[in-house]
């Protein structure tokens, strides 16, 4: 009897331990990375020259118009740079530490870091140690400070990405265990592809302001290459919420008609929303107060106001559209019942309480960085921030499922 309930219990932890007890999470397909050994050889040589005209070291101007036309294409999105996928998020999100279990020693100018994984170079690659002819159980680690905007997309590069020989020669990862602060969530599920994949997940950040966010990724299944038994990946970047948030002290309308700094609004406040069909304003309650690390706000002036806000925040205007700065944030990161449009000098936003329409002025840029909030209602889509009418968002797909 205690050797059945052994036998049990052993193969209960294995389940546990392989992760079959997760939800695994298919990726999405992106474009492929496919470069020959002469592709790789004029792309590095374009990434040489990247870096020293950034640095100054070599005047762009002065460089053969075919070297100009490779780093200009480089900027533009072309080639082995990742550049920041989600790179709207990146304005305030993004790890600011990795860790791995282990890596690969050096070999001669390379190196497999794994600060590589996540360098925008998919030239670079982080590769663990091969104990035992094995990579499984090898873990890389992901560190994000408190309030740093929520992580709910990750992209993978998954093999060697710098020429075909090499993704094929090596071995690549067939599935990560996603693990939160150290608890298993997930099961990414990676096609044995060149393409870049990226895996939706639900929303997370770390609101206490002590503890950093921990996103660990462990190989638990590789696909063998042909040559090495060296796991490989190139490179991982994220994609998430929360880069729509107004400054500290932005003045928020209360059911009451008074006002409230956005830092102090809770869930138990309710607040003046406006109904676009009757022209009133509503009463409504809050779900939830959010938090986020932000740099690189703007500030809007107005002949009468300011207000502090991240550049894809939409406010509502005379043409009855809602418009941000930077609409292609907002419509890429939110459910939008219709499109954002580019909101600039001269637009004139809606002041609901004096039912009037205000000029915008000036689009200042503030550098520093500072945390800032937002808020979520129970119904309605908007509210009065400063007098103005502003939007809530509701985020894309948080999580694509399959077992």
Not at 377 to 400: H, Q, W, Y
Request: hydrophobic residues 35%.
């Amino acid at each position: 009897m205690k050797t059945h309930l052994l036998t049990i219990f052993i193969a209960a932890w294995g389940l546990l331990v392989s992760g079959q007890n997760l939800p695994t999470i298919k990726p999405k397909i992106h474009a492929p990375n496919n470069y020959t050994k002469a592709e790789q050889a004029i792309w590095q040589k374009t990434l040489d020259l990247y870096e020293k005209t950034s640095s100054g070291e070599i005047d762009y101007e002065e460089l053969p118009e075919q070297d100009k036309k490779r780093i200009d294409s480089l900027e533009e999105g072309y080639g082995p740079i990742t550049d920041g996928t989600g790179c709207s998020w990146y304005c305030a999100g993004g790890p600011y530490k990795i860790t791995a279990s282990s890596h690969l020693k050096e070999q001669g100018k390379i190196n497999y870091l794994p600060d590589n994984i996540h360098d925008f170079n998919l030239f670079t690659a982080w590769v663990p140690e091969n104990k035992n002819g094995s990579s499984i159980g090898m873990k890389i680690n992901f560190h994000f400070k408190p309030f740093t905007p929520r992580v709910n997309e990750i992209f993978i590069w998954n093999g060697y990405i710098k020429n075909k020989d090499l993704w094929e020669a090596n071995s690549r990862v067939a599935k990560f265990k996603l693990i939160i602060n150290g608890k298993p969530k997930a099961i990414l599920e990676l096609k044995d592809i060149t393409n870049t994949q990226s895996f939706k997940i639900a929303p997370i950040q770390s609101t206490d302001s002590t503890k950093d966010l921990i996103l660990t990724l462990e190989i638990i299944e590789v696909y063998k290459g042909t040559k090495y038994n060296d796991v490989v990946v190139s490179e991982i970047n994220f994609d998430g919420l929360d880069v729509h948030c107004f400054g500290a002290g932005t003045e928020i309308v209360l059911a009451d008609n008074s006002t409230k700094k956005i830092e102090e609004i809770t869930n138990a406040d309710w607040i003046l929303s406006y109904n676009y069909l009757t022209g009133d304003l509503e009463k409504v309650k809050v779900s939830q107060l959010i938090t986020a690390r932000h740099t690189n706000l703007l500030k809007l002036h107005f002949a009468d106001r300011e207000i502090i806000v991240t550049d894809d925040h939409p406010f509502w205007t005379k043409e009855q559209k809602w418009a941000s700065v930077n609409p292609t944030k907002s419509n890429y990161n939110y459910e939008q019942e219709s499109e954002v449009v580019q909101l600039k000098v001269g637009n004139k936003i809606f002041v609901p309480t004096e039912n009037k329409f205000i000029d915008l002025i000036a689009i200042e840029k503030i550098e520093e960085e500072q945390l800032t909030y937002t808020i979520e209602l129970t119904t309605n889509d908007n509210f009065i921030a400063n007098g103005l009418l502003v939007k809530t968002e509701r985020p894309k797909i948080l999580i694509s499922k399959s077992k």
